[in-house]
């Protein structure tokens, strides 16, 4: 029996993936959280072997809570379930710590076949992310300019892409405003971006936002 925890702050679609799990004699989910921080806390509290995680949630972000959930439970398989097309977060989360990657789109039995291959401890890797990596490999020089950001660096650059501040930001990933203004220093210098409103225009256009 694999136990699942759901994370989404849509609670319709945290509903039909626990309608869908439960027709599977195999799977059973253990529990549901609507944020990253509440995702931290169903880590803590519960016996999970795969967490299916959405990627953007309001307040503490899937991004921010890998690294806190791994810490936690470094043996949890990390499954992102993202609107977001492959090729704008998939490299950054398994990199990260996520486990594997799917869009939201697929077909469902897929998300099941990931569960399965998770919960044994591997990756999942689809087609699109495999491709992804090859051509990184081929050309690294050549990857986005967000791909080459620290963890930290790309929380920090996502969170002022979208408008937070520098107080706000510090306290959602419990750092000092000063480290925040650091790290937002660095990925500026990185980045060759001078003003947030830069760091906005290139999240959009790199459609890593809204």
Same mark, same amino acid.
């Given at each position: 029996?694999?136990?699942?925890?759901?994370?989404?702050?849509?609670?319709?679609?945290?509903?039909?993936?626990?309608?869908?799990?439960?027709?599977?004699?195999?799977?059973?989910?253990?529990?549901?959280?609507? !944020? $990253?921080?509440? +995702? %931290?806390?169903?880590? =803590?509290?519960?016996?999970? /072997? #795969?967490?299916?995680?959405? @990627?953007?949630?309001?307040?503490? !972000? $899937?991004?921010? +809570? %890998?690294?806190?959930? =791994?810490?936690?439970?470094? /043996? #949890?398989?990390?499954?992102? @379930?993202?609107?977001?097309?492959?090729?704008?977060?998939?490299?950054?989360?398994?990199?990260?710590?996520?486990?594997?990657?799917?869009?939201?789109?697929?077909?469902?039995?897929?998300?099941?076949?990931?569960?399965?291959?998770?919960?044994?401890?591997?990756?999942?890797?689809?087609?699109?992310?495999?491709?992804?990596?090859?051509?990184?490999?081929?050309?690294?020089?050549?990857?986005?300019?967000?791909?080459?950001?620290?963890?930290?660096?790309?929380?920090?650059?996502?969170?002022?892409?979208?408008?937070?501040?520098?107080?706000?930001?510090?306290?959602?990933?419990?750092?000092?405003?000063?480290?925040?203004?650091?790290?937002?220093?660095?990925?500026?210098?990185?980045?060759?971006?001078?003003?947030?409103?830069?760091?906005?225009?290139?999240?959009?256009?790199?459609?890593?936002?809204?």
């Amino acid at each position: 029996m694999i136990k699942i925890g759901i994370v989404d702050d849509h609670a319709i679609v945290r509903n039909g993936l626990r309608d869908y799990f439960a027709n599977h004699v195999d799977l059973r989910v253990v529990g549901e959280a609507a !944020s $990253g921080r509440e +995702a %931290i806390d169903l880590v =803590r509290n519960n016996e999970i /072997d #795969v967490l299916v995680m959405d @990627l953007l949630m309001p307040g503490q !972000s $899937g991004i921010d +809570a %890998i690294a806190m959930i =791994r810490a936690k439970a470094p /043996d #949890v398989g990390i499954l992102i @379930l993202s609107g977001y097309p492959e090729e704008h977060y998939a490299m950054n989360m398994i990199r990260q710590g996520a486990s594997g990657y799917l869009n939201k789109d697929c077909d469902p039995a897929e998300i099941v076949k990931a569960i399965q291959v998770v919960a044994m401890g591997r990756r999942y890797i689809t087609p699109a992310v495999a491709e992804l990596l090859a051509r990184q490999l081929d050309r690294k020089d050549n990857a986005p300019v967000h791909e080459h950001l620290s963890e930290r660096e790309f929380q920090v650059f996502l969170k002022l892409a979208k408008g937070e501040t520098i107080g706000a930001i510090g306290e959602a990933l419990s750092l000092s405003v000063k480290t925040v203004s650091t790290y937002r220093t660095r990925l500026m210098e990185k980045m060759n971006l001078a003003s947030n409103s830069d760091l906005t225009y290139y999240a959009l256009k790199a459609q890593l936002i809204d």
